[in-house]
């Protein structure tokens, strides 16, 4: 049986605690700013870890849109085909997810490359120039363009708008400054 | 690991001779069921079974367990041990080089909180040179005809049979006697006591009373067991020698632990273990240079064997004086192990800044 | 006061402490050959000389195949050309590597015939005579100082080495005489024959940087060069003592312990000057600088009117029919200087192995130019390779890693790929000696995957630097995009705005039509008139 007092104290602690936690809930709540501060941050981080190829392959327009995209509407991470698995699996260690399989309707992981235009065939029209998202390439108006290899991401963007066909991709060659010791059995 | 097991020659051989051939008997048996399980397992694994078994670290393993074991551990109980040490000591882990744990001291302990009884049941230096080899080989396969060689010497003699046939190690003597002040007894709550310790001092008290000289030992086994520990002593010297071990971790924990004795027995007016006892009158020495150093589950840098030496130093210690076991190396070093992957890590973050 | 310090000097001599580094293993030397002396070889009819810089990037050649050229021209940035003759062709030609790669390389076809012309060349062009007297930090930099590259295997070049001093006083001179691997014996072979040659380098080395002080560290195992190298600094230094307007320092010579990777840069720093190079800090940042005391003798040769394009290299192995040490212009193939050597028998049963047993690599053919980088070819039986088994955690490694690294835990994360777990451990910091493989009970390839996660390491930083410039690339394009769209905006508005300027315009059409009325009226009025004048008449 409880006596009046201990109820009283009971009751009394209850609230006690209860205004303690709505207190704590109310300042472990971030405001406004601090929000909007951590999404960009957040944004940051996501384009960071994505392969800046630019390459438009996941439906938005470069690397830091689909950032954008993941952070802000929820978009899946698994639609970079550039980054393949690696960056799938760096997105999900950042964002605390599942790890899902890369989404092959958005294209197919393949090893770096770089595009190279068959100088011959060339005729000059500037589209490839419009086309390619980091400016890697050179040329003007019915002057051959090239391609600058150190710049160029290996997007595929200027291969479609070219209208002799003379833009190819083509594995980045091994050299003995980019050769890579193997890893050993 | 060859060398390691060159170096267990000469203890194995004292062991054998101050305590009972059977010993030899445990290694081999032990050393076979090991060999069998871990084929059994490699196989299971799809790895290559010749090449894994031929490092000889299973072998080792097995023989180190099997040192610590009684002379008449009933071969079950042997089997089981073994089983254990291979499979929940070892392979969980991935096998070799992966195990967080001792294989040898998994076995023991597993043996140990199981079979209490059976498990400190060790022998007077001359209370089995009147068997054979076969006859050793019986009792170990069938443990009721021990008993009734036991209850027999004890009617029989109508003294402390039991205690002459059988007789506690050393350290268990020394804690019993903690046990048996009259001051402690009347608190027996504060300190564990086990059933088979109550069992032991109302069959034999007079064995744990003190001796008008006030000398804690007086049995024949107090000379035969510093003999045991020299001679693993003299391969661990060797080890040392051959840079197969690297001399910190036994002086870490040999010093250890020789501090913390030595502070005791000033301070306590309990009976205790003087420095010179504690090292040779237990597994101290073995432990120190076959057990603690074993590289898969000790610390790797040099700093961290130092910690670890000292920290298995300072829970023997602890178990021992303050313990329900009377030598407490097998869960010192387990309870080391533990700590293993937080000293390396420690000592990798204050060299790797 | 000369006496005192003398017996100061000599006092500090007995003195000396041994200073140890932490880990290295001891080795056997097994260094054969050295009782033969140096051969020089013939100049072989044709050189081919990679165009690659020392780190294997590629260099732009300046002459074209045709051309004619003479020894001591520079072929391509920092490369001189070795011997006169024609350029033949530019080809792309497999090159020493491990990875057996090809690179583009000048082919020279030499002719043996013009060597006395282009040294007499040499003499005149270079107008620095041979024993003109020194003092510190005057000596001019002759322009063939830059075609010296380190002669201790990395091929680095002497003058960028120099200049990563920058402007800061160089405290500490070391001569590199250690050769600590087994089996390379070049340096040593050098020192016992041109001793005197060597000193007069390092004299000039000294005058070159203004060194404040130079030590010359010979491994204790080297007792003839020790020797040799004794006598012709004591010579040097006597003629310091007699000439007292000399401003250079004296040089000593420090013999230390034989130890295994004692010549590597920062354990000979240890052993030399007791310093520890704190790891992201350069030898340079303490006034510090290691030069090969192979290069010393090619700066000598140098200030000889000489040129440094050859070098010293050791034919060993345990196959090797006649262990020697040749000197060989840079170019020269292996084959050549097997055939040479008399080593060409038992080659077939035999690996070659280019650069020291622990160094070095394997390469699967012979007809491959050497650079300044190989000074060892070892010609070994074939065996099997030991099959690693799982790691026992003894830290044999660790406790032998003379970098003072954790080779266990590295080995995990460099395995799992985890890069980043290795850059935090220092992977950076390795120096690939290979002293722990020699330790593992489990012969554990360590160094192999080491040197795997350093070039993942490096792939992975090149990769985020590409990452990094396409972001910024596509950044400014967009905002250029941007811009543009912008200012097409702009411009469409005006447009619109000069049309809407039109339109009110047309809204003032009032002002036509009242014309147009004035003007109907004129006429009408004129009509009238005309009407008016016909009924007058």
New interface residues.
């Given amino acids: 049986m409880l006596t009046t007092n201990t109820a009283l104290i009971l009751i009394s602690a209850f609230v006690l605690v209860l205004l303690v936690g709505a207190l704590l809930s109310r300042m472990a709540r971030p405001s406004g700013d601090v929000a909007a501060n951590r999404k960009t941050v957040l944004i940051d981080q996501v ?1 960071e870890l994505l ?4 390459c438009a392959q996941c439906g938005y327009p ?3 849109p689909y950032a954008e995209a993941i952070v802000e509407e929820h978009i899946p991470i698994n639609r970079c085909p550039p980054g393949g698995k690696n960056t799938i699996t760096q997105l999900a260690a950042l964002l605390g997810t599942d790890v899902p399989a890369l989404d092959e309707q958005f294209g197919i992981f393949k090893a770096p490359q770089v595009a190279r235009i068959l100088e011959a065939d060339c005729i000059g029209c500037t589209l490839c120039i419009k086309a390619c ?4 390439i050179v040329g003007a108006n019915k002057l051959m363009h090239t391609v600058m290899e ?2 160029c ?1 290996g997007c595929e963007l200027c291969i479609p708008p070219c209208p002799v066909d003379c833009i190819i991709l083509a594995p980045i060659d ?11 059995q | 690991m060859f060398t390691v097991m060159l170096a267990l020659l000469p203890g194995t051989a004292a062991l054998a001779f101050v305590v009972s051939p059977a010993i030899l008997i445990n290694i081999l048996i032990s050393i076979v069921v090991a060999l069998i399980l871990e084929s059994l397992v490699l196989v299971l694994r799809s790895k290559p079974v010749a090449r894994s078994l031929s490092d000889g670290s299973i072998v080792l393993a097995a023989w180190l367990f099997a040192l610590c074991l009684p002379p008449l551990l009933p071969l079950w109980q042997l089997v089981i041990g073994a089983a254990m040490l291979t499979l929940l000591g070892k392979h969980v882990y991935g096998g070799l080089g992966q195990n967080p744990f001792n294989p040898a001291m998994v076995g023991y302990a597993v043996l140990l909180v199981s079979f209490p009884q059976t498990m400190t049941l060790w022998f007077a230096p001359d209370a089995l040179n009147q068997y054979t080899f076969t006859e050793l080989l019986n009792f170990k396969l069938n443990p009721d005809a021990l008993n009734t060689i036991i209850s027999a010497t004890s009617s029989t003699t109508n003294t402390t049979g039991f205690d002459a046939f059988t007789q506690a190690t050393p350290l268990e003597q020394v804690r019993i006697r903690r046990l048996l002040q009259p001051d402690l007894l009347n608190s027996s709550a504060q300190l564990p006591v086990r059933a088979f310790d109550q069992v032991q001092m109302q069959t034999s008290p007079q064995a744990f009373e003190a001796t008008p000289d006030g000398t804690v030992l007086t049995t024949p086994v107090s000379v035969a067991w510093p003999w045991v520990s020299s001679a693993f002593a003299i391969g661990g010297v060797f080890l040392l020698y051959k840079k197969t071990i690297s001399w910190h971790i036994p002086t870490s924990l040999l010093l250890s632990m020789c501090v913390l004795h030595g502070l005791h027995s000033l301070l306590t007016h309990l009976p205790a273990l003087s420095v010179a006892e504690a090292v040779f009158y237990g597994s101290a020495v073995y432990a120190a240079f076959f057990i603690a150093t074993d590289p898969v589950t000790a610390a790797t840098s040099q700093a961290g064997k130092l910690v670890y030496g000292t920290g298995i130093g300072c829970l023997i210690f602890f178990i021992r004086a303050f313990g329900g076991y009377p030598d407490g190396i097998a869960f010192a070093v387990l309870l080391m192990n533990l700590c293993v992957p937080l000293i390396d890590h420690l000592v990798m973050r204050a060299t790797c800044k | 006061m000369k006496l005192l310090s003398s017996l100061l000097t000599s006092l500090e001599k007995q003195t000396a402490r041994q200073y140890r580094f932490r880990g290295g293993i001891q080795l056997p030397g097994n260094k054969k050959g050295l009782e033969t002396p140096i051969k020089t070889l013939s100049l072989p009819d044709e050189l081919k000389l990679p165009l690659l810089d020392y780190s294997h990037r590629p260099l732009q050649a300046l002459v074209k195949p045709g051309d004619a050229v003479s020894r001591g021209q520079w072929l391509a940035k920092g490369l001189a050309s070795p011997a006169t003759g024609t350029i033949s062709d530019i080809q792309h030609a497999p090159i020493i590597h491990p990875g057996g790669l090809n690179a583009n390389c000048i082919v020279i076809r030499t002719r043996s015939d013009a060597e006395p012309e282009a040294q007499a060349e040499q003499e005149k062009k270079t107008g620095v005579a041979a024993n003109s007297k020194l003092t510190a930090g005057t000596q001019t930099v002759t322009p063939n100082i830059a075609s010296i590259k380190g002669l201790g295997g990395a091929a680095f070049p002497l003058l960028d080495k120099i200049n990563a001093l920058g402007n800061r006083e160089l405290t500490t001179l070391i001569i590199n005489a250690a050769e600590c691997e087994p089996q390379i014996a070049c340096d040593e072979a050098l020192m016992q024959s041109h001793a005197i040659e060597i000193v007069f380098g390092i004299n000039h080395l000294v005058a070159l940087t203004a060194a404040k002080r130079c030590i010359v560290a010979i491994e204790d195992s080297k007792p003839l060069a020790i020797e040799k190298m004794l006598q012709a600094i004591e010579a040097s230094n006597l003629t310091k003592d007699a000439d007292t307007n000399t401003s250079l320092v004296k040089i000593e010579l420090k013999t230390i312990g034989t130890r295994y990777p004692t010549g590597a840069e920062l354990p000979l720093i240890k052993v030399t000057t007791n310093l520890d190079i704190t790891r992201n800090m350069h030898p340079t940042d303490h006034g510090i600088l290691c030069v090969n005391v192979a290069t010393a003798h090619a700066v000598g040769l140098i200030y000889k009117q000489q040129f440094a394009d050859s070098r010293v290299i050791t034919i060993a192995g345990n196959n090797a029919a006649k262990p020697c040490n040749v000197r060989v212009r840079f170019g020269t193939s292996i084959e050549h200087i097997l055939a040479q050597t008399e080593n060409l028998a038992a080659i077939d049963q035999s690996t070659i192995h280019c650069g020291g047993p622990l160094s070095g690599f394997e390469v699967s053919q012979i007809d491959l130019p050497v650079t300044a980088q190989t000074h060892c070819i070892l010609i070994n039986q074939r065996q099997k390779p030991a099959t690693p088994v799982a790691c026992i955690r003894c830290s044999a490694c660790a406790d032998s890693c003379p970098a003072e690294l954790l080779p266990q835990q590295l080995h995990w994360y460099a395995q799992a790929n985890d890069i980043e777990r290795c850059t935090e451990l220092n992977l950076a910091h390795c120096i690939e000696c290979g002293c722990c493989d020699l330790v593992c009970p489990s012969a554990i390839p360590l160094t192999a995957t080491f040197r795997y996660a350093k070039s993942q390491q490096l792939a992975l930083t090149k990769q985020a630097q590409q990452a990094a410039q396409a972001e910024v690339r596509f950044e400014s394009r967009e905002k250029r995009l941007a811009k543009q769209e912008e200012a097409r905006a702009q411009r469409l508005l005006k447009r619109k705005e000069a049309v809407a300027s039109n339109k009110s315009a047309k809204q003032n059409t009032d002002g036509i039509q009242s014309a147009l009325a004035r003007a109907r009226e004129q006429a009408h009025n004129r009509a009238q008139a005309r009407r008016n004048s016909k009924k007058d008449l």
């Fill in positions: 384009n392969p800046q190829t630019q470069g690397c830091r998202p980091v400016d890697a150190d710049e991401t091994t050299t003995p400054a980019n050769w890579a010791w193997p890893q050993p």
